[in-house]
């Protein structure tokens, strides 16, 4: 099976300039979260979709950042303008259920292997 | 959610079992406790979770206590490719805040 895709793995933009990163998940995944972890600080949460739908976006720092999932696929993340607060790893995850107990069997999120943003 | 406290570090010998404590005095009936792990360069890897029985998966076990104000991530056999920062996190069986990660312990394994 494969696992989480996210590219790219590396973008180094200059502050003002647009990116986006994209995220494959598992097939037949309907959650889909993006997190990030910029220098020296612990792994934030972004939002969170259930399929097409953004269940919680209570993460996003503000409105340069935009999250699309159409199709309830794969997912984008755009930055726009990118500033140099923004640099850091941003980590996309996919799992079958939110949480335990809802089926009978659960294995957590599955997390990519991230892409490291770098705006200079 | 409740808040975790875990140790910043701990080391191991190869092929030494490790236990990893996870403090949460204020956890909550409705808590699950999840374990998480995070390898160099890599994306954090669900490890283990449970709600009040001890656990056991492929990877490790889950020991809490009874009175749920702590559990223990035991790993039988560490091998050098278990070093990486392991995180205890709360997360109420409702959903209604997201899995949050805290700084974890650094797992040092020596060979």
């Known amino acids: 099976e494969a696992g989480v895709t996210q590219f790219p793995s590396h973008s180094v933009i200059e502050k003002g300039q647009t990116v986006t990163l994209r995220c494959d998940p598992i097939s037949g995944h309907d959650n889909l979260y993006w997190y990030r972890r910029v220098m020296g600080k612990e792994i934030k949460f972004l939002l969170h979709f259930v399929k097409e739908s953004k269940q919680d976006e209570s993460g996003m720092p503000n409105n340069r950042f935009l999250a699309e999932r159409t199709g309830g696929t794969y997912s984008t993340l755009k930055v726009q303008p990118a500033e140099l607060e923004d640099s850091g790893v941003y980590f996309c995850?996919?799992?079958?259920?939110?949480?335990?107990?809802?089926?009978?069997?659960?294995?957590?999120?599955?997390f990519g292997s991230g892409t490291r943003l770098t705006v200079v | 959610d409740a808040k975790t406290t875990q140790p910043n570090s701990m080391e191991s010998n190869e092929e030494e079992p490790v236990h990893l404590p996870c403090n949460h005095s204020?956890?909550?009936?409705?808590?699950?406790i999840h374990w998480y792990r995070q390898l160099p360069s890599q994306g954090p890897e669900y490890v283990i979770h449970g709600l009040t029985s001890n656990v056991n998966n492929r990877m490790a076990s889950l020991a809490i206590a009874e009175d749920r104000k702590s559990s223990t991530l035991i790993l039988h056999r560490a091998t050098l490719r278990d070093a990486a920062v392991y995180y205890c996190i709360l997360r109420d069986y409702l959903g209604n805040t997201p899995l949050v990660f805290g700084k974890g312990t650094r797992l040092s394994v020596i060979a």
């Open positions: 995850a996919s799992s079958q259920q939110d949480l335990p107990g809802q089926k009978l069997f659960y294995d957590g999120y599955t």
């Open positions: 204020t956890i909550s009936g409705t808590d699950y």
